[in-house]
Antibody, heavy 123, light 108 residues
Framework: QVQLVESGGGLVKPGGSLRLSCAASGFTFSDYYMSWIRQAPGKGLEWVSYISSSGSTIYYADSVKGRFTISRDNAKNSLYLQMNSLRAEDTAVYYC????????????????WGQGTLVTVSS | EIVMTQSPATLSVSPGERATLSCRASQSVSSNLAWYQQKPGQAPRLLIYGASTRATGIPARFSGSGSGTEFTLTISSLQSEDFAVYYCQQYNNWPPLTFGQGTRLEIK
């Protein structure tokens, strides 16, 4: 069965860095686009970043552009999010999610999600 | 950026009754809309994509409709496990991918 397991969250001071990982299993990781999506405490869902199956196409939300870097290692079935210059407003549960395109590469529908990892930015 | 607006923010419905949730896009998203369900402490779960196609394993009591800028998620006969927060998401014009702010479905 499809499994996505995030790790790497924790407490970090403003201006600090953190690297999140997402270990994928139960499917051919290299065939799928992936994304990071976050949810601030008590708030809604916010898309953060997207990476194509090969890693050649990457997008970011404006709120994290220039500070966060998404990457993947298809040999290790893993997705990453390097987060630098962290701010209090980056505090959230970060989910990795598999993107399903249902036959159209422009479609991005999240059919499997990990359980999330909490990032807290506070002094 | 396409802004997704969900209404109402909170919906109170009795078990066994029908629930109707709305999602409006700030510009047309064609039928490129998905619905997710999220229960407390859990990750979101995909319910509907393409505005009206149920995802694998989703019960038939969940249905989606609409196109363009107006969309509806209907739960025909509410079960206890359906009380949750529901989000819509557009994938027609991105980046960015955008979600609505959510509708909390609570027991009346």
């Amino acid at each position: 069965q499809v499994q996505l397991v995030e790790s790497g969250g924790g407490l970090v001071k403003p201006g600090g860095s953190l690297r999140l990982s997402c270990a994928a299993s139960g499917f051919t990781f290299s065939d799928y686009y992936m994304s990071w999506i976050r949810q601030a405490p008590g708030k809604g869902l916010e898309w953060v970043s997207y990476i194509s199956s090969s890693g050649s196409t990457i997008y970011y939300a404006d709120s994290v552009k220039g500070r966060f870097t998404i990457s993947r290692d298809n040999a290790k079935n893993s997705l990453y999010l390097q987060m630098n210059s962290l701010r209090a407003e980056d505090t959230a549960v970060y989910y990795c999610a598999r993107a399903q395109d249902y036959g159209d590469p422009r479609n991005v529908v999240f059919d499997y999600w990990g359980q999330g990892t909490l990032v807290t930015v506070s002094s | 950026e396409i802004v997704m607006t969900q209404s109402p923010a909170t919906l109170s419905v009795s078990p066994g009754e029908r629930a109707t949730l709305s999602c409006r896009a700030s510009q047309s998203v064609s039928s490129n809309l998905a619905w997710y369900q999220q229960k407390p402490g859990q990750a979101p779960r995909l319910l509907i994509y393409g505005a009206s196609t149920r995802a694998t394993g989703i019960p038939a009591r969940f249905s989606g409709s609409g196109s363009g800028t107006e969309f509806t998620l209907t739960i025909s006969s509410l079960q206890s496990e359906d009380f949750a927060v529901y989000y819509c998401q557009q994938y027609n014009n991105w980046p960015p991918l955008t979600f609505g702010q959510g509708t909390r479905l609570e027991i009346k």
